[in-house]
């Protein structure tokens, strides 16, 4: 392979999810570049299948997992990946599903000069979606799936990354089922097959395709060099200064920042090594604070508590007012007799307290006015009593206010005294300290006008670059439409398919299947082993098939240098498998990488990798306390 080819596509470098207080991260970078086989291990409920799917979440997925240990603490996932080569961050929200992503170039960690683009989700064939920006890195920018007759442009609709994650991730509930290529919707198997046909260039109408491709890009390429011209001549108005220059410059002035800081530290030392000899008037002053602080608070309480008193006693005078005023009207006016029980309407008996029939109480003499000498005795209690407490307030707090006042003076005293006799060893340094707040305002603009002009020169870095990489998509398209004998022979879909079926049997016989030499990749995809099609098969044969039949698109797209991404995402392939079976798939992935897999990336979860796969193992999670990382979420441990 030419190191330009293994440098196209795309592959993953780092996961990280964004929570509050703490970022929780997976690597898949052997040094600074991708490692080839990449293994998550660990038992069930870790979250291994978790980190794919926030993978594919991060590369468009409408959703994202959501259980219970995600869902209150992670806000964010990044996902670093290498688009043609150079690091790029992806980052979407969690909770609710996003219908944007915002994509920069850069890495995790670094202080990051660029600005995050915000590219939409759908619809896919828009310019700016990030399904295009995706698709752009794989020479597939712009594909459209035809619906209709071959030969037209009618009825078709734009090629989506999420179609072709069909060819880079197989989890787990595809491995054993017997709708491996989405047999119980046929027009998502129709488009599978379209998608394969557009990944190895065979589609039928492949030069239609590339004239309204070329169409497209032209004015997209007119419009991003006029963007460019646009953007060059106002930073060359604003005239930033050379990277090279403005890096120097940031570089300068953060040392300057730490400078300073450290100089004020070291003069503030000093001062107060100067300054001991007031230690005792410092304490002196610090006591003297204290007291006032409490003479007026003793004082703000009395205060509070005369005014809530004042109410209270307003209160209960009204209520003994309204009693007294009951009793005399007792007094007053002659009682009222009652002829007829209030309760069974009996006719009362002259004389009698109570009802004959009822026994219900009819009052003295039948009827009468309520006695209300006892709530009136206390209520006068409770007066007399608050009256009291309150003239013991009100003759309390003019002493309270002038032993406040008289605490304030004496602060005030100690805090002058203190004042006066420092003032000859703080002087001194006062001046040293404004010209040290002058040098890190200085330096702090200089930062700032630093880091504004890097965001410039990068953006208009990223601008040019955006720019070539339309120009040699656009060369390569022009190139492939001249050329009508070597299209021709690439659209050959009958070889692509031998390639395919040659290389599925090969990966079956060397996993000891049964009767290889049946094995083989129908037209329509669909795989066949021991003279039927997959579906015949046993789980565990399935489990195999699928495998095999997901490493022969791959591996043949990789070696063919078809528009396959490049890498692969293998989730639990140990499922209804044995201990010989996963040691041979194991041991076929290193070998391939190894060789003519070179520069492409495969990522497996797995609950018990072999131990011979233990060097590619990025992160083994135990489920245990003791021994950490317990999970993805590692401090989520209930």
Known sequence: MRNGFRAHGIRIR?????????PYDVDFRLGDVPRPLSVIAGAFGTGKTTILEFVDYCLGAADHPRHPEIMPRVRAATLEVELSGTPHLIQRPVGEPSAHAYVSQGRLDDTGTATPERRP????????SLSSLLLSHCKLEGVRLRDGHAGTETDT??????????????????????????EDVPMKQLKLRQVVDVVFDVHDDRAIELGRRIRTLEPRL????????TE???????????VADLEETARAAKAELAEAAQAVAALDGRARADTTFAEDLRERHRAAADAARRASGLLRDRETQAARMTSLRATYADDVAKLVMLTE????????????CPSCLTPAVPGERRCATCQADLGPDGAGPPDVSGELRAARSRLAELTRYLDDLEAEIPRLRAAAERAQEVESRAAADLDAATAHAVTPYLAQRDTLARRREEAAATLQRAEDGLRLRHGLRERAIGVESLRAQLAGLREEAAAPDRLAAAAERAAVIAGISARYRDILREWRYPRPDDARVADDLTPWARGKPYPAASSGGRTLIALAWQLALFETAWESRSSHPGFLLLDSPQKNLGPKEVDRLYRHLERWLAGAGSGAQVIVTDTAPPPAADPDVVVRFSRRVDRPPYALIDDETD
């Open 232 to 242: 060059t001549a106002i930073v060359a108005e604003l005239a930033p200064g050379e």
């Open 222 to 229: 007119a419009a991003a060099e006029e963007r460019g011209r």
């Open 157 to 182: 609709d734009p090629l989506s990354f999420r179609d072709l994650m069909w060819l880079c991730f197989l989890p787990h509930d595809r491995l054993d089922s017997r709708d491996l290529l989405f």
């Open 14 to 22: 780092r996961l990280r999810l964004h929570a509050d207080g703490r």
């Open 121 to 128: 989700l759908r619809p896919a064939g828009d310019p700016n």
């Open 329 to 340: 009207a007792g007094a007053l006016f002659p009682p009222l007799r009652l002829d007829v």
